[in-house]
């Protein structure tokens, strides 16, 4: 049987007052809600996103040496990472170790690791699970995750399964949202670039329809729009959204414009159709200078040429900002994921 994680809400003013919790939604107060693990964006509700923020704003304040800094001290972090990463994984590592924490990794799993001799995710699974409190895995098949989870008896984290889902990043894609243009509901989205293979941008778009008022723009080269299973599930929820081969248009509509990059790796022999789909859509000056004076660009980086270095110093440039609230977000999760919500930074 798996293990349960719990996170309860402790009414006591010494814990409140700690925690800042009366900016929590008044529901979740006093509730127990479950979160054995963070494998897709769908598992997520408005109340638990609001209390993960809240969590992660906290982060934010922790100082070396601190008491907070030692919440996960005695505690284990295993990253496998399957697909190449650097931002993702040594912000994870980053966020075990700045809450005391320490960290097992292996950077390159299916080529450094017992998968090059052929064995099973599952097996690979059942093995660090014994040496580790926590793992965090990256994949190149869509659904490892959740296969991971379902074998797994401690937390797994989904760091991007292939072209399926990047949680982690599409809950610090919200929460620079939230940040940078002040709110969720009543914001319009341009996602641009690859939609087909763009993990973050599918999962953003599940975690931006649970807010109210939202418009989605796609914008992207022919050979990767976005998947009807994305589109299906917004209509369902009552998101607008719109296909759009303009991105001057869009961007002048838009509070956030997020870019993605054409991914190669996807095409596999079709060098043709990435060929066809590379530097279709380039954010520059002249998309800058249409954007509204609160309007953001974001990207989950690495980046190649879809975003020109000039942009980079334009106060509207969030990427990098964007990047550093992965840190916090990730040590919110862990924190939350390991003990619950049962101890404030004071403590």
């Given at each position: 049987m798996r293990c349960l994680f719990y996170l309860e809400w402790l009414l006591h003013p010494h814990f409140l007052h700690a925690l800042n919790i009366e900016s929590v939604p008044s529901s979740l107060v006093g509730k127990k809600f479950q979160l054995?693990?963070?494998?897709?964006?769908?598992?997520?509700?408005?109340?638990?996103l609001s209390a993960i923020f809240q969590v992660a704003r906290e982060m934010e304040k922790i100082e070396k040496n601190s008491p907070g800094s030692q919440f996960l001290k005695g505690y284990l972090m295993a990253t496998l990472f399957y697909e190449p990463s650097t931002r993702t994984r040594l912000s994870f590592e980053s966020a075990m170790k700045r809450l005391g924490g320490e960290v097992l990794t292996t950077e390159n799993a299916r080529e450094f690791s017992s998968a090059a001799k052929g064995e099973t995710l599952e097996d690979t699974i059942r093995t660090v699970e014994g040496y580790s409190d926590i793992i965090v895995m990256r994949h190149f098949e869509s659904g490892a995750a959740r296969r991971a989870a379902t074998m797994a008896s401690i937390p797994i984290i989904n760091a991007g399964d292939g072209?399926?889902?990047?949680?982690?990043?599409?809950?610090?894609?919200?929460?620079?949202?939230?940040?940078?243009?002040?709110?969720?509901?009543?914001?319009?989205?341009?996602?641009?670039?690859?939609?087909?293979?763009?993990?973050?941008?599918?999962?953003?778009?599940?975690?931006?329809?649970?807010?109210?008022?939202?418009?989605?723009?796609?914008?992207?080269?022919?050979?990767?729009?976005?998947?009807?299973?994305?589109?299906?599930?917004?209509?369902?929820?009552?998101?607008?959204?719109?296909?759009?081969?303009?991105?001057?248009?869009?961007?002048?509509?838009?509070?956030?414009?997020?870019?993605?990059?054409?991914?190669?790796?996807?095409?596999?022999?079709?060098?043709?159709?990435?060929?066809?789909?590379?530097?279709?859509?380039?954010?520059?000056?002249?998309?800058?200078?249409?954007?509204?004076?609160?309007?953001?660009?974001?990207?989950?980086?690495?980046?190649?040429?879809?975003?020109?270095?000039?942009?980079?110093?334009?106060?509207?440039?969030?990427?990098?900002?964007?990047?550093?609230?992965?840190?916090?977000?990730?040590?919110?999760?862990?924190?939350?994921?390991?003990?619950?919500?049962?101890?404030?930074?004071?403590?």
């Open positions: 054995d693990d963070v494998i897709e964006a769908q598992q997520f509700s408005r109340d638990i072209p399926g889902q990047h949680p982690t990043q599409a809950l610090l894609d919200v929460y620079t949202i939230e940040r940078e243009i002040g709110k969720l509901d009543s914001i319009k989205v341009g996602l641009v670039g690859d939609l087909a293979n763009g993990r973050t941008v599918r999962s953003l778009a599940y975690l931006l329809s649970k807010y109210q008022d939202v418009k989605i723009y796609f914008v992207s080269p022919e050979v990767v729009k976005m998947k009807d299973d994305i589109k299906e599930y917004l209509t369902s929820k009552g998101v607008e959204w719109e296909e759009s081969a303009d991105l001057m248009e869009v961007a002048s509509k838009c509070d956030v414009v997020y870019q993605t990059r054409i991914q190669r790796e996807r095409f596999g022999a079709r060098i043709d159709l990435y060929e066809e789909a590379q530097g279709k859509y380039i954010v520059d000056r002249d998309v800058l200078g249409v954007m509204q004076k609160h309007a953001v660009v974001m990207h989950p980086l690495p980046r190649l040429d879809e975003i020109t270095v000039d942009v980079d110093a334009d106060p509207r440039a969030a990427y990098f900002r964007q990047a550093k609230n992965g840190l916090f977000i990730r040590m919110a999760l862990l924190k939350l994921l390991l003990l619950g919500w049962m101890r404030g930074l004071n403590e």
